[in-house]
């Protein structure tokens, strides 16, 4: 049964950072985009950050220059480095993976929260 957890969430004072983790279990992960989304209380849920199979990384605008995504296929994990933390940034993030072009193979983890707060 595949698996997604999400690890490094916590509260954390504006300016300050974090850095989550997501790992994978029972997929090949090197085939699949991975994606970081958030949902702050009473929002929908949005893309914050993508890694395609090839490195790729895309971002809301609202993250950039701020937060970095990256993977590591051999330890089938995925990364966000949030910096520069605000109140906004406050939400439940959640991992994602995707295999391209097919709609059958889309996992999600439980999430993390993450609290930003003086």
């Known amino acids: 049964q595949v698996q997604l957890v999400e690890s490094g969430g916590g509260l954390v004072q504006p300016g300050g950072s974090l850095r989550l983790s997501c790992a994978a279990s029972e997929i090949i992960f090197s085939r699949y985009f991975l994606n970081w989304y958030r949902q702050g209380s009473g929002k929908q849920r949005e893309l914050v950050a993508r890694?395609?199979?090839?490195?790729?990384?895309d971002y809301t605008n609202s993250v950039k220059g701020r937060f970095t995504i990256s993977r590591d296929n051999a330890k089938n994990t995925v990364f966000l480095q949030m910096n520069s933390l605000k109140p906004e940034d406050t939400a439940r993030y959640y991992c994602?993976?995707?295999?391209?072009?097919?709609?059958?193979?889309?996992?999600w983890g439980q999430g993390t929260q993450v609290t930003v707060s003086s």
């Open positions: 890694i395609t199979t090839g490195g790729n990384t």
């Open positions: 994602n993976a995707v295999r391209p072009g097919s709609t059958a193979y889309n996992y």
